[in-house]
Nanobody, 124 residues
Framework: QVQLVESGGGLVQAGGSLRLSCAAS????????MGWFRQAPGKERTFVAY????????NYADSVKGRFTISRDNAKNTVYLQMNSLKPEDTAVYYC?????????????????WGQGTQVTVSS
C-alpha cells in the first residue's frame, strides 16, 4: 500500500503558473508509473500526464501538451506537475495516481493508488 499526498494547488490568474507536488510513502515509489488526472465540477476524471518509473517516457493529454510538464524525483518519492500558461478550463481538482504494473494507461482504471486531490482554480 502506498499513500499519495498532493500539494501546490491554489488560485491563479490566466496565463500564470503553478507546480503541483505529490509525495508518496513507502519504498516502492521508484517502481511505479505515476500519473496526474483532473476532474472539473460535474465532469468525469480525465487523464493529464504520466511518467514511467525511470522518467524514460512521458505522455500528455493533447489539451496540456506544451504547457504542462511532468517530472519525478525518486530519491524524494515525489512526482511533480509544472503547469504554465494556465487557462480557465484547467480549473479542476488534480489527482496523482500510482500504477504498480507499468500499464502506462491514460485511463483511471489503470492506476492502483490515488491521492486526495488538490484544487486548481484559474481565473480569467
Amino acid at each position: 500500500q502506498v499513500q499519495l499526498v498532493e500539494s501546490g494547488g491554489g488560485l491563479v490568474q490566466a496565463g500564470g503558473s503553478l507546480r503541483l507536488s505529490c509525495a508518496a510513502s513507502g519504498r516502492t515509489f521508484s517502481t511505479y508509473t505515476m500519473g496526474w488526472f483532473r476532474q472539473a465540477p460535474g465532469k468525469e476524471r480525465t487523464f493529464v500526464a504520466y511518467i514511467t518509473r525511470s522518467s524514460a517516457r512521458t505522455n500528455y493529454a493533447d489539451s496540456v501538451k506544451g504547457r504542462f510538464t511532468i517530472s519525478r524525483d525518486n530519491a524524494k518519492n515525489t512526482v511533480y506537475l509544472q503547469m504554465n500558461s494556465l487557462k480557465p478550463e484547467d480549473t479542476a481538482v488534480y489527482y496523482c495516481a500510482a500504477d504498480r504494473f507499468a500499464r502506462m494507461s491514460t485511463m483511471s482504471y489503470g492506476y492502483d493508488y490515488w491521492g486526495q486531490g488538490t484544487q486548481v482554480t484559474v481565473s480569467s
